[in-house]
């Protein structure tokens, strides 16, 4: 047999440092060409030289090579995880250059697991006997000691803590673990100078650790005086920076804050924990909420006391304490907390050093009966005989506790009881504790499948089931361990032979809809997320019946929309492709996927590692189970280069499958699991294949236990039960009962695992785990996509010691990017305004600088749902309008006014005329107009002129608070003490009552109300249309009748057109009575900035209006202004000209966009010949500053801007968002166009089409 070429390299390099000081050539650091050049290393070996010579490019103290035993070679250590330090096994492949025989690979791995699992269990004499002999084993590596330090440390042997602790910090000074370890023996034995010198090094070495600067926090808190006090918030928010989703780490800074009196940001903070999931309990809700309505009211002192509740009653759940224990570190001998561990970053495991030690050294363990998993119900050989009747067995795993680690339903054969049984296991560290009676689960009949979802968006993981009987059964998560069956609520208990449950977002409306596949009818229950479900299989298109026996979800061709594919054992796989609109149809032919049947599990996942998803699929009969390749263009081929690797299977029937990383490098591999054909009990039926790196899978099935591989499996779950950075395997065997398979060895190489959590309040867009997000992870050179199917995404990172960056594309396809994520990367949704309206900038005299909206009227193929409806669109008209900008926004350059007008967002704009009004006036007049959202068609200007202005008495919301100060003037502060919805743009039900004294009743009076507005989107329409628990309410204006009771004056005044715009409401006749008081009435998410009375006193003498056409106009590509919220939080979307990005964070729009260069021919009328722009792209508009008149003195100068256009964003539900056609037009009276209409077909409009919109997008996977 051959010798592996890095063990060799090694040996050679060992020998020849004999004698020597180094082998870097002159006693420094030298690179690998020196290596080749002197003949150690040839044109093969040379990729290995940097990885084997580590730090610095030197072996490791080689003097005297031969002299100790072992002899090792240090390699660059680093960190797995939480408390992990790694161990390399280059220490024994080198030292085979020596004469002494060393440790094996595997008996030091025999010794590190022994010795961490008796740690765990706080059995310390035990761990301190392996860790010894670790030590000794392999003396110049700092695993053995750190680890007998933190036994020692637990054990509170202080003084031996500390001499084994300095060791290991001596072998790696770089560890944060080690050097966190010893900063909290250094406090614990009265030293905190020592113990604050050693954390505020390693907070200068690693910036953003988590763990040191809760650490400094905790510090800075058992100080005095208020420096002291500053400095642990500044610490707890610099944690809150690298881990946004940690809810101890929050919660003690609202409590810091609280105490410093900063009400306004423990507002902030509170209103953060309303948002990111989970749900706090129901009893903890009652005090934030009274907390930040005391606190909005001003009254600090007494939230004090609502706040301490809140605090009490969050800090006993169990999310708090997972999040305590994601950022703090033991400071004594406390059972049970976490243990160094480690992640060997072995040479012989890095790409190009031929076998991987990963896949050599991994290997599972049947662990089932350590880990409490196996019961009195688990059936004896006799009870197993094949003539007993087994009764339906069930698989899911997910945290339904919120404790960071994944818990276990299973329902197995009870041979006591003749049936099957239920089981809700708590796991904790590898253990499983039976929970089922304190749950509430209750299911006579046992269940045929279940899996975990969180249906109602509040963090929590509910269960569905479909039972032994054929019924459906729903439970919900009530976050305090029990669960409340809500089936006949939902309305689904009808699941006709269901066989597989799928919960995704079918219809990109951010909640989980439910997919029944079954022998007999598909189901589509449709998520209406108020606690209803709509069966709807029609109206999706899927509806039929078939012998389905799998289903899997994710994005195969590529659009940002989830497809399904279901394999079948009679007849044809199918693939259902998502058109959107909420209809699928079957593509099953076209994509190549067209099988003749005898299919059964089925996988998805890129095993390629190209961007796109592939297939595997089983068979049911001896037939060739299939790797599917996907080719990118929505279209498969087979994948013959696993062939021969895969050819065992045929004599299993395939009953589960699944793809996973088993040894962390960064490529999947495939686990399939099912009940031999026709060849007995003794034949294997469980697999495991090894990818090779190259997308090419090798049989490794001798990897699992001899007595799991003949035991089958009808069910396989991949999750990470003992917590130690590799996946485990989940499975219920041929005799019904389940098996837990422990990855042993498989953290030889690093991972990232990723949780998504979508906003639960005041977004609405995504689904509370972000399930059928699609992650992107590079690591070095490895790229690895990933669809999100569950609360945790495991990236093994093969060589890598740490990620690169992580990009998460949401299921309603707004991206979000995240640069070198931690090994346990939460990831908290996003806010990010995706569509809007076009944007102008105006030159001020000294920059470009952002002053509105444009074309806001406009929204091409937008569901309204908003207004009650599921199907109808927004009215199809041009948005034509006028918008003020004041003339100190607005200077010449070089004789004229230049506009910039960009688009920025997911959408495109259709502009279509643009003109600029001078309007001229005495400088003791205001001009406005009215800036209200109307429907889109045609606009007649009327100008308001107005001289005084007369400010409120009062101002007041709907619980008396008092807001007249945010309402006296235009700076930025807004009315904003709304309770959110689920939603974006509908928040509860809230007043402003203002008193508007003695001037609105005066003739011509009317009311100016300047602020903006947070819209909803496509897709949060859709998701309003389908619920009826939240209602939109457009803002109304009532006024007190005689009795002194609000009736309706005007049903609906209107909103503003976007940011920062005005309306204008005429009070004549408004008030039957002297009091002047009125009252706006919304649910809408509007936040007023200013609001004045004044009389309309337009005299067109004193004004004169100018129009500007525009003298040129250029489009070219420009980019995407940084993105900020003006005036804070509550504060619009507000964008930074000079702050420019080049690449695009959107998906393609497909279509024929205007080619770059002039285009002013396309600007000065409105002919339906316009400018089609796309994201980052930008016209330059230019108006002849000089056929404006001079003013006289005492004047000023204001301006308005005329668009004439249309906007159509590319929400994933609005109609045609992802391509430019088909084309809007005036007089169209629907879009979607209605029967007989087109974009008009003359020799103009077609030259057009022809000679300017060349400008050719494709759209990409």
């Not at 008209?877 to 007008?901: H, K, M, T």
């Not at 339906?1168 to 930008?1178: A, F, K, L, Q």
Request: proline share 5%; aromatic share 8%; net charge negative.
């Amino acid at each position: 047999m051959s010798q592996d070429p890095a063990r060799a390299l090694t040996t050679r390099l060992v020998s020849a440092a004999s004698g020597r000081k180094d082998v870097s050539l002159g006693g420094g650091a030298r690179t690998a060409q020196q290596y080749l050049e002197a003949g150690l290393v040839d044109e093969m070996e040379i990729n290995l030289v940097p990885t084997l010579l580590g730090d610095g490019g030197r072996l490791f103290d080689a003097i005297g090579a031969c002299s100790r035993p072992p002899y090792e070679v240090q390699m660059n250590l680093t960190i797995r995880r939480a408390w992990a330090v790694f161990l390399s096994t280059a220490l024994t492949v080198a030292s085979t250059a020596c004469p002494s025989e060393p440790a094996s690979v595997e008996e030091l791995y025999r010794t590190r697991v022994l010795g961490l699992s008796y740690l765990q269990r706080n059995q310390l004499p035990e761990a301190e006997t392996e860790f010894k002999k670790l030590t000794k084993l392999a003396p110049g590596d700092p695993f053995g000691y750190a680890n007998l330090g933190l036994t020692y440390l637990q054990g509170g042997r202080y003084a031996e803590a500390e001499k084994q602790l300095r060791r290991a910090r001596e072998l790696d000074p770089a560890s944060t673990e080690v050097g966190l370890a010893l900063a909290s023996l250094y406090s614990l034995t009265g030293r905190p100078s020592d113990s604050r010198a050693m954390l505020e090094g390693l907070h200068r070495e690693t910036k953003g650790n988590a763990h040191v600067l809760y650490a400094l926090a905790e510090l800075e808190a058992r100080q005095p005086g208020s420096a002291s006090a500053s400095r642990y918030e500044d610490r707890l928010r610099e944690v809150l920076a690298v881990a946004p989703a940690n809810l101890a780490a929050r919660l003690k800074l609202v409590d810091a804050l609280a105490r410093s009196g900063e009400a306004d940001s423990v507002v902030r903070h509170l209103e953060d924990v309303r948002r990111i999931p989970p749900e706090p309990p129901r009893e903890a809700r009652v005090y934030l909420d009274s907390s930040i309505q005391l606190l909005r009211a001003g009254q600090l002192a007494q939230s004090r006391t609502t706040l301490h509740r809140f605090f009490g009653l969050m800090e006993v759940t169990a999310p708090y304490q997972a999040s305590l224990d994601d950022v703090k570190w033991a400071v004594g001998p406390i059972p049970g907390r976490p243990v160094l561990t480690y992640a060997p970053k072995s040479f012989i495991a890095l790409r190009g050093a031929g076998e991987r030690a990963t896949v050599d050294l991994a290997k599972f363990t049947d662990a089932t009966e350590e880990a409490g998993l196996a019961s009195a119900e688990r059936p004896t050989e006799a009870a197993a005989s094949p003539d007993r009747t087994d009764g339906p067995t069930a698989l899911a795993v997910g945290d339904v506790d919120g404790d960071g680690t994944d818990d276990l339903f299973v329902t197995m054969w009870s041979p006591a009881l003749r049936r099957s049984v239920a089981h809700l296991y708590r796991v904790q560290g590898g253990f499983v504790r039976d929970v089922t009676e304190s749950s509430s689960i209750s299911l006579p009949q046992g269940a045929a499948h279940a899996t975990f979802a969180d249906y109602d968006n509040d963090g929590w993981l509910d269960l569905f089931i479909i039972g032994g009987e054929g019924r459906g059964h729903l439970f919900r998560n009530s976050g305090n361990g029990t669960f409340a069956e809500v089936t006949a609520k939902a309305g689904v208990a009808e699941v006709r032979g269901a066989r597989k449950a799928l919960f995704v977002d079918l219809d990109h409306d951010g909640d989980l809809d439910l997919l029944l596949v079954a022998n007999g009818q598909r189901t589509v229950y449709r998520n209406n997320l108020d606690g209803t479900f709509t069966e709807a299989t029609s109206s999706f298109g899927l509806a039929g019946e078939s012998n389905a026996r799998d289903a899997v979800f994710g994005d195969f061709d590529g659009d940002g929309r989830i497809d399904v594919f279901v394999t079948h054992e009679e007849g044809s796989d199918a693939l259902w492709h998502n058109g959107g609109a909420q209809r699928f149809s079957d593509v099953t032919t076209k994509s190549g996927l067209a099988s003749s049947g005898g299919s059964g599990a089925t996988a998805a996942g890129d095993y390629n590692n190209d961007g796109l998803l592939d297939l595997f699929v089983t068979s049911t009969n001896g037939g060739e189970p299939t790797l599917w390749l996907n080719k990118g263009n929505a279209t498969f081929t087979g994948d013959r280069r696993s062939a021969a690797g895969i050819q065992v299977l045929r004599s299993t029937e395939g009953l589960a499958a699944a793809f996973l990383d088993y040894n962390n490098d960064g490529w999947l591999d495939l686990v399939v699991g099912g009940t031999s054909i026709g060849s007995g009990k003794s034949s294997p039926s469980m697999f495991l294949f090894g990818n090779d790196g190259t997308g090419r899978f090798l049989d490794r099935s001798t990897l699992l236990p001899d007595g799991v591989r003949t035991s089958g499996a009808s069910a396989i779950a991949v999750s990470d039960v003992d917590d130690d950075g590799d996946e485990d395997l989940l499975l219920i065997d041929d005799a019904g009962t389940p098996r837990l398979l422990r990855n042993d060895f498989g953290n030889s190489n690093l991972a990232v695992n990723v949780e998504l959590k979508g906003l639960r309040n005041g977004s609405g867009k995504n689904n509370a785990f972000g399930v059928g997000a699609r992650l992107e992870l590079r690591a070095g050179e490895i790229y690895q996509t990933r669809v999100v199917t569950g609360r945790m995404t495991h990236f093994g990172l093969g060589p890598h010691l740490k990620a690169d960056v992580l990009r998460i594309e949401w299921p309603n396809g707004v991206p979000q990017t995240v640069y070198l994520p931690g090994s346990d990367q939460d990831v908290v949704e996003g806010e990010m305004l995706k569509g809007s309206c076009a944007f102008a900038y105006t030159w001020d005299g000294k920059g470009f600088r952002f002053v509105t909206d444009a074309m806001w009227r406009s929204a091409l193929g937008m569901p309204l749902g908003l207004m009650g409806s599921t199907s109808a669109f927004a009215p199809a008209g041009a948005s034509q309008e006028y918008v003020r900008i004041p003339g100190d926004a607005f200077q010449p350059r070089d004789g004229r006014y230049v506009l910039q007008l960009t688009e920025e967002l997911w959408e495109t704009a259709y502009a279509d005329e643009v003109k600029l009004l001078a309007v001229d006036h005495p400088d003791s007049v205001e001009v406005f107009v009215d800036e209200r959202f109307v429907p889109p068609g045609p606009v007649k200007l009327r100008l308001f002129q107005i001289a005084k202005r007369h400010l409120p008495l009062s101002a007041t919301d709907e619980r008396g608070n008092d807001v007249l100060p945010a309402l006296r003037e235009s700076d930025d502060v807004y009315v904003s003490n709304f309770t959110p919805t689920k939603y974006q743009g509908v928040v509860e039900p809230h007043d402003l009552v203002l008193d508007l004294g003695e001037a609105a009743g005066r003739p011509d009076s009317y009311l100016f109300l300047r602020g903006w507005i947070y819209p909803t989107d496509a897709s949060i329409n859709v998701a309003l249309g389908q619920q009826s628990s939240i209602k939109v309410a457009s803002p109304s204006l009532e006024v007190r009748n005689a009795k002194g009771e609000w009736r309706t004056a005007i049903a609906n005044i209107g909103f503003p057109s976007g940011k920062d715009k005005t309306i204008v409401v005429d009070l004549a006749g408004m008030f039957p009575t002297a009091d002047r008081h009125v009252r706006i009435r919304t649910s809408m998410q509007i936040y007023w900035d200013q609001a004045f009375v004044a009389r309309d006193i337009t005299n067109n003498d004193s004004v004169k209006i100018t129009t500007l056409a525009p003298v040129s106009a250029d489009l070219h590509f420009r980019g995407f202004s940084r993105m900020y919220r003006k005036g804070g939080r509550y504060g619009p979307y507000w964008f930074a000209y000079d702050d420019v990005a080049k690449e695009s964070p959107w998906r393609p729009i497909e279509g024929a966009f205007t080619r770059f260069g002039d285009v002013l021919p396309l600007l000065q009328n409105a002919d339906d010949m316009y400018v089609i722009m796309g994201p980052g792209d930008e016209a330059t508009i230019q108006f002849d500053a000089s056929s404006a008149s001079t003013l006289p003195p005492g004047w000023k100068r204001d301006f308005l801007l005329y668009t004439d256009g249309w906007i159509k964003d590319s929400d994933l539900n609005t109609a045609f968002g992802t391509t430019v056609n088909p084309l809007p037009f005036h007089g169209v009276k629907a879009y979607p166009y209605g029967p007989g209409e087109a974009y008009p077909n003359d020799p103009h409009h077609q030259r057009y089409l022809r000679e300017y919109n060349t400008r050719i997008v494709k759209g990409s996977a």
